[in-house]
């Protein structure tokens, strides 16, 4: 019996996204769970797996945009299918779904093709990196001319990813998905390549911020000495029990959480002419991912204590790079914190996580000359940096939320007393 | 029940051609001719023919010049017409005994008499042997051209000739005169021309090789031949012929001033019609235009079903060639296959000396579809072969998509571009640019290199030419 293989549904909000690799070939066998396809939506870069073994039949290419439940492919429960290792597939059996399934048959003669390709269109190739495979073919028998090649270059006409071919000894180890497809120019001066959803995602979201917003920022400046003080003198014993350092960041969630309290103003957001006051603490934490930035959510920041929050922190870290954060985990924040001080940024105004109120930036830390009870002292100095939605946040509540996390990062205790 | 699979009307390039590719095809064919030996028009007054005595009046003309060649007594050589025309006729007599030989391989059987269609599914060819009706699942008719006579002028095969006379001829003419500078004007003209009749071409058009050609291209022919000794009165309008008192004289009109040529022979070779005498088309209900050409769909189907017609007898240009292609496509379509024939990449050539050779747009046919251009051009004085040989007459043009750098076409005036064209062409089928021309071997030395050249001119790169 033919299984289809569907795009799976991702959330209320996503209705299709680009199939951006398959991670198999038409013809091999599949084991229920294997990851199949890697796929990217607007928000999040997710797999697709197998719900029983058998053997595959690929319908859609790797570059297609996808719809949720769209069916991608058809697994012959049960047939044995090709090791992946094994050289040329046999054709693949006819999947007896009530969709006729393509022939894979097509998909390799193409590739067979383009290695017979004229000179003009190697040379194009081997100078600006474009893999002729991806580029609709307008001469005889729909080989890639020269003309078709400058069309894809400047941008006139479409470009399909094209998957790795798989490296022969690379036996069971899945092909590496596809990356973008970078075009350098003709004089190679410049490049080009199709931003990634998620990145048009971003880019939407950063400009709706900006112009649907009456977004400032305020900034602060606060002595690390205590936090770093702290972390030397427990960390090691922190990093036993719980097998997670002790970073700034928990240090930072809290003091936000109290400061949250302290200040409701800063966990409210619009809808409308509606003010939404939120009673729930989950805090966003940008991590930076090859594929652009994401701001996974620490859930109810409140209720954790520091090891819980730290290893939410890592945890999400890890899986961001490895492109296996899930969508619902990107959903639901109420405030965000941003640190480019791992990148050694001394000062920024971070743009708002839309549709949040607020979002504070960490920094760089460093040490400065500052002056304490009439003295000039060299203290390890962070600036700090809160946007916020001017429209819902009074600047004294900004301020005031700013400065109230600042006492709680040079006096720790605080956050123990909530005082 | 049907003798056969397929009749086809017409043994010239398109009808033997059509039978022997159904024949391989496992196809049951006949093939009907009206004339004692096959081959068509190409075959015994056309192509071939003409190239024999092209042949043979080069070789007479290269010796002629060979004293820089070392050869010693070369100015007092003389000619034999007549055993250039046995010559000819050998040539002709070996070919048809080959497509005979051919026909027989592939159980292609050969009916003689004149082929008449009846009705779909029936031929009836009459001959002096009796009348025999074929019954057939398919007709294909392949009945070829005639050459077109001035209704003020009909050939008398005497002073007013055709071309079917031009190729025949016993003795020199002291003065020819040929109407029109197409192919078959400039290339019979040529022949007799080599052997020292005073050659006037009279065209009605403002230039030579018909409007295939860009002006550049015909303009270097025509002073290659002008070397050679052929006279051109261009835009020129032929009114009829005269008795004179030393003969004949051809008179024409240019401005409105009068215009007299005498001439012992008059060629007259301003194109060829389509050829259904005898076909018995009217009577069957076939459709034709109104140039008398059968009206043919996409699949060579006429408005009768199952019959079929190409070549010389359809739209297209009347040449060998396209009849062969769209023989081969018939065949294979009746034979559950998908024939295609490429009208983009049809060569043209004449076959003068220097030979002129074109295929696909010309750059004024370009720049009238308003595709913008890139043209390369070489002179074949700048390509070493050619001034080894002794050939620096002409040059090489190459017309490229200004964007794409997509091949649109070829044109060459050069020795040897009957043969170069084809480069062209294999390229041009492929949808292959001027840069994949420029980056393909071409051995050395060769006269094609200077088709490689003109490549590279298109993005100003030529090597051997500044």
């Known amino acids: 019996m033919a299984v289809e293989v569907k795009i799976p549904p991702m959330g209320e909000s996503i209705t299709g996204g680009l199939l951006a690799a398959w991670l198999v070939k038409s013809g091999d066998a599949v084991r229920k769970g294997q990851p199949l396809f890697s796929y990217e939506t607007d928000k999040v870069t997710s797999e697709g797996t197998a719900e029983v073994d058998g053997q595959i039949t690929l319908v859609v290419n790797a570059g297609t945009d996808v719809v949720v439940g769209q069916v991608v492919a058809s697994i012959e429960a049960g047939a044995a299918g090709n090791a992946p290792s094994a050289a040329p597939a046999p054709a693949a059996k006819p999947a007896a779904s009530s969709a006729p399934a393509p022939k894979a048959a097509p998909v390799a003669a193409k590739s067979g093709a383009a290695a017979e390709i004229s000179p003009a269109v190697r040379r194009l190739s081997e100078e600006t990196g474009l893999d002729p495979a991806g580029v609709e073919g307008t001469g005889k028998a729909g080989r890639v001319t020269k003309g078709d090649m400058l069309a894809a270059l400047s941008g006139q006409a479409p470009i399909r990813a094209v998957a790795p071919a798989a490296a022969p000894a690379a036996a069971s180890a899945p092909a590496a998905p596809a990356a973008a497809v970078v075009i350098p120019s003709r004089d190679g001066r410049t490049s080009r390549k199709r931003m990634s959803p998620l990145r048009r995602k971003i880019a939407e979201r950063l400009v709706q911020a900006k112009s649907e917003t009456a977004m400032l920022t305020t900034f602060n400046e606060v002595n690390m000495a205590p936090v770093m003080e702290l972390r030397k003198r427990h960390g090691e014993e922190f990093l036993k029990k719980y097998g997670i350092k002790l970073g700034f960041m928990s240090f930072f969630v809290k003091a936000a959480v109290q400061a949250m309290k302290e200040v409701p103003a800063i966990n409210a957001q619009l809808d409308g002419e509606d003010i939404i006051e939120n009673h729930f603490y989950d805090i966003g934490v940008a991590v930076g991912t090859d594929k652009g930035l994401m701001v996974p959510v620490v859930r109810d920041c409140d209720q954790l204590n520091f090891a819980g929050i730290e290893k939410a922190i890592g945890d999400f870290g890890k899986r961001a790079r490895d492109g296996k954060i899930q969508l619902p985990e990107l959903q639901g924040g109420v405030f965000t914190i941003s640190n480019g001080g791992i990148y050694g940024s001394m000062l920024s105004t971070p743009i708002l996580n839309h549709p949040q109120a607020a979002i504070m930036g960490l920094h760089n830390i460093v040490e400065r000359p500052v002056a304490e009870n009439g003295q000039v002292v060299i203290r390890p100095i962070m600036y700090l940096a809160l946007s916020y939605d001017h429209r819902l946040i009074d600047g004294k509540e900004a301020v005031t939320f700013l400065v109230k996390v600042r006492q709680y990062i040079e006096d720790p205790q605080r956050l123990l007393f909530g005082v | 029940?049907?003798?056969?699979?397929?009749?086809?009307?017409?043994?010239?390039?398109?009808?033997?051609?059509?039978?022997?590719?159904?024949?391989?095809?496992?196809?049951?064919?006949?093939?009907?001719?009206?004339?004692?030996?096959?081959?068509?028009?190409?075959?015994?007054?056309?192509?071939?023919?003409?190239?024999?005595?092209?042949?043979?009046?080069?070789?007479?003309?290269?010796?002629?010049?060979?004293?820089?060649?070392?050869?010693?007594?070369?100015?007092?050589?003389?000619?034999?017409?007549?055993?250039?025309?046995?010559?000819?006729?050998?040539?002709?007599?070996?070919?048809?005994?080959?497509?005979?030989?051919?026909?027989?391989?592939?159980?292609?059987?050969?009916?003689?008499?004149?082929?008449?269609?009846?009705?779909?599914?029936?031929?009836?060819?009459?001959?002096?042997?009796?009348?025999?009706?074929?019954?057939?699942?398919?007709?294909?008719?392949?009945?070829?051209?005639?050459?077109?006579?001035?209704?003020?002028?009909?050939?008398?095969?005497?002073?007013?000739?055709?071309?079917?006379?031009?190729?025949?001829?016993?003795?020199?003419?002291?003065?020819?005169?040929?109407?029109?500078?197409?192919?078959?004007?400039?290339?019979?003209?040529?022949?007799?021309?080599?052997?020292?009749?005073?050659?006037?071409?009279?065209?009605?058009?403002?230039?030579?090789?018909?409007?295939?050609?860009?002006?550049?291209?015909?303009?270097?022919?025509?002073?290659?031949?002008?070397?050679?000794?052929?006279?051109?009165?261009?835009?020129?309008?032929?009114?009829?012929?005269?008795?004179?008192?030393?003969?004949?004289?051809?008179?024409?009109?240019?401005?409105?001033?009068?215009?007299?040529?005498?001439?012992?022979?008059?060629?007259?070779?301003?194109?060829?019609?389509?050829?259904?005498?005898?076909?018995?088309?009217?009577?069957?209900?076939?459709?034709?235009?109104?140039?008398?050409?059968?009206?043919?769909?996409?699949?060579?189907?006429?408005?009768l079903p199952g019959v079929y017609a190409i070549g010389d007898v359809v739209t297209g240009p009347m040449l060998a060639h396209k009849a062969e292609e769209e023989g081969v496509a018939v065949a294979e379509n009746l034979a559950g296959k998908k024939g295609h024939v490429n009208y983009g990449v049809i060569p043209g050539v004449i076959y003068t000396d220097p030979e002129v050779a074109c295929v696909g747009l010309s750059e004024a046919e370009a720049k009238a579809k308003n595709i913008e251009v890139a043209i390369g051009k070489f002179q074949l004085a700048g390509n070493g072969r050619a001034i080894a040989s002794d050939c620096t007459s002409g040059f090489v043009k190459v017309i490229a998509c200004a964007k794409t750098d997509k091949l649109l076409g070829v044109q060459m005036v050069a020795k040897g571009a009957s043969e170069m064209i084809a480069a062209a062409c294999a390229h041009m089928e492929y949808g292959g640019s001027a840069e994949d021309v420029a980056r393909t071997c071409f051995a050395h030395p060769t006269v094609s290199e200077s088709f490689k050249e003109a490549a590279m001119a298109v993005s100003k790169s030529s090597i051997h030419s500044l």
């Open chain 2, 1 to 303: 029940m049907s003798q056969f699979d397929l009749v086809v009307i017409g043994s010239g390039p398109g009808g033997y051609v059509a039978a022997i590719k159904a024949g391989q095809l496992g196809l049951k064919v006949a093939l009907v001719e009206k004339d004692n030996s096959l081959g068509g028009t190409c075959l015994n007054v056309g192509c071939i023919p003409s190239k024999a005595l092209l042949h043979s009046t080069e070789v007479y003309q290269h010796a002629v010049h060979g004293k820089k060649h070392g050869l010693v007594g070369a100015e007092k050589l003389t000619f034999d017409v007549a055993a250039m025309l046995a010559n000819k006729d050998k040539v002709v007599a070996q070919l048809n005994m080959g497509v005979g030989a051919l026909l027989k391989k592939r159980n292609v059987e050969v009916v003689r008499g004149l082929g008449r269609l009846v009705k779909s599914g029936q031929v009836l060819v009459r001959s002096t042997a009796g009348d025999r009706t074929l019954e057939t699942k398919n007709i294909l008719i392949a009945t070829g051209s005639v050459p077109v006579e001035l209704p003020f002028m009909k050939f008398d095969g005497e002073t007013v000739i055709s071309s079917d006379h031009g190729i025949s001829l016993k003795a020199v003419p002291e003065k020819m005169v040929v109407v029109g500078a197409g192919a078959i004007g400039l290339e019979l003209g040529s022949v007799w021309a080599r052997l020292g009749s005073q050659v006037t071409v009279v065209e009605m058009l403002p230039g030579i090789g018909g409007p295939a050609y860009d002006t550049d291209v015909a303009k270097a022919a025509q002073n290659a031949f002008e070397k050679q000794g052929l006279k051109f009165e261009l835009g020129a309008k032929v009114t009829g012929v005269k008795k004179t008192a030393a003969g004949s004289a051809l008179t024409a009109e240019r401005d409105g001033k009068s215009l007299e040529f005498p001439a012992d022979k008059i060629l007259v070779a301003v194109g060829r019609k389509a050829n259904t005498t005898g076909l018995g088309a009217q009577e069957a209900g076939l459709k034709l235009d109104e140039r008398g050409r059968i009206v043919i769909d996409a699949h060579y189907q006429t408005n």
